[in-house]
């Protein structure tokens, strides 16, 4: 894949893009609805849902506070089981054992089964430079690997792609790589997903080297679990003779019992599903089945930065179902690729900045990519109080810019509403011109809200950051202070 | 120099200082008794639109040999059933596979909540790839396999075997979340209830 998410614009310039893609934005719709009105089927059905979520966030929260023994208990429990143990700091060091492994195998392909992490540190591209294709065998990945694109959902990646589209790619990209698709190739999903069927399983068949991550790893039995739908993951850990999974050092539990209430969150929460079509689980190196050479990769990338922040370590009990973005108002609209990271929506809002910090600009948007309306914190099976890690985050923004010479017009804002709001006449007066500028924009205004209101599309001057991705709905035409003088606090009826 | 093993986990103690391990984590709580769970377990594996067939234990090989229908299956040494024209696996390679039809396995539990089948590999269940390759999976269960829920799967299961669980076919939803069943994985899943 040679896209990558590195110099993406800012959430709100990629934010207006994005908004402008009817067809991304229908597709979107019908992905987050379809998925969504499933997982609150699945979800109703389990009376207990809600001590289910404390238990599976009990058990993550558990395995966080106390990382370090458990880091060390799974790597005695993966050497035991014959794995080879290796740490990596960062993406660069993760790549380049991956490499390492593979060029030791003297490969020149190695196939993937989708993985967060390996997205997260680069690795295809890594791998490429090396000379070393990876080859992604889920059907979406594959879908936005031979489009040449970048996911655009944590769980359907090519859910911006319609049937037509994907057909086109698959007739023009995949002779390059592998098996053709038939001449005669449909926009049948069926027909689709054959042809993907046939040009993979060529691969899988000759694939000496395979690329996983997992969901969890079991600390006590040195397990690694991999949820999956397709069979590619499967494919992945059984067929090829050398296995390298890259693990997150978050994806920690500490026992093998601690799997069943994750087990019985995420499929719900992710697909909406009573239970996944394939879960595997694989403990080191199996003899006489299976890869016979077993790699684990402790990848940090960050998340010890994530993790010594009081309010945004529980961001690294994400269990990645993607329920979030289902739920997402503002994710709904824009879709994943505005967010410029493999981590999009509100997990991605709050998860990019713990792990990177906020210096770079990009980064520093995403927590401002919310309405605060607390949807995620809802669905989220293992309990992340995302609006409140947002609002914290925010503060970080804000504590980056503290030693700029120029305020940002936020802070202007701010401050000014702090003067009006600390005295009730320069209030009034505020209110006055604020009723008058309302009025103004209900006459002149071509953008009206749902429910009729008027709004401001683009403003000039310093609102333009804000006003260029959402409508600034017009200030009512009078205050709610000036309607109770009016009225007698609404004795007297409207009036009006 | 210190190693990139050292340098993580000294970041995480140091990430860690002054926090207290101590977490209340709370049991998970458990399904409510829903009755005859080999019928709940036959109804929720249905609803991943696998077939599901229940049957005796007498009846159990002219079944099998009329849900393959003619087609060629690989079986595990150990599957204890005679099924005519079958390929027994010592260690047939992925591509001897790619070219059988059918795979006859046993399970090692069913879970009735969920539909799901765990298989842990055992001699009478084969090498992971078996019932991996093959387009159509054979599985059959037997109703005292049967349990309520994952927790009692998870106490049943022994983590230092390979374990595949499976709710029904191969599925994907990746094509405008029209959902598909057979990509990778076997197209056809049939489980064989024995009672
Ligand atoms: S934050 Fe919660 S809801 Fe969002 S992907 Fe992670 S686990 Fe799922």
Sequence with gaps: MSGTFVGMPAFPTAARAALGNTQLRRNLAHATHTIRDKRAQVVGEVEEWEALRLAGAGVKEAALRDLATHLETLEESLIRAGAVVHWARDAEEACEIVAQVAKSHQVDEVVKVKSMATLEIGLNDHLEREGIAAWETDLAELIVQLGDDLPSHILVPAIHRNRAEIREIFRTRMAASGRPAPDDLSDDPAALAGAAREHMREKFLRAKVAVSGANFAVADTGTLVVVESEGNGRMCLTLPEVLISVVGIEKVVATWSDLDPMLRLLPRSSTGERMNPYTSTWSGVHPGDGPQEVHVVLLDNGRTRALADDVGRQALRCIRCSACLNVCPVYERTGGHAYGSVYPGPIGAILNPLLKGVSDEQTASLPYASSLCGACFEVCPVRIDIPSVLVDQRAAVVDSHRDDRRPKAEAVAMKAAAWAFSDSRRLAWAERASGLAGRVMSRFSRTTLPGGRAAAGRLPGPAAGWTGARDLPAPPEESFRAWWDRTDGGQFGEGR | ?195
């Design chain 2, 1 to 195: 120099m210190t190693s990139a093993r050292d340098e993580i986990l000294r970041r995480v103690r140091s990430a860690l200082d002054g926090v207290s391990p101590a977490v209340a984590v709370p049991p998970a709580p458990r399904a409510p008794d829903r009755g005859d769970l080999v019928a709940l377990f036959v109804e929720r594996v249905e609803d991943y639109r696998a077939e599901v067939t229940r049957c005796t234990p007498a009846e159990l090989d002219g079944l099998v040999a009329e849900v393959l229908n003619g087609a060629q299956a690989v079986v595990p040494p150990g599957l204890g059933l005679d099924v005519a024209g079958s390929v027994v696996d010592h260690g047939l390679t992925s591509i001897e596979l790619d070219g059988i039809d059918a795979v006859v396995t046993r399970a090692a539990v069913g879970i009735a909540e969920t539909g799901t089948i765990v298989l842990d590999h055992q001699p009478d269940q084969g090498r992971r790839v078996i019932s991996l390759v093959p387009d159509l999976h054979v599985c059959i269960v037997d109703s005292s396999q049967v349990v309520a829920d994952v927790p009692d799967a998870i106490a049943l299961l022994d983590p230092a075997r390979p374990l595949t669980w499976i709710s029904g076919p191969s599925a994907t939803s990746d094509i405008e979340l029209d959902r598909v069943e057979g990509v990778h994985g076997p197209r056809t899943l049939h489980v064989v209830v024995v009672a």
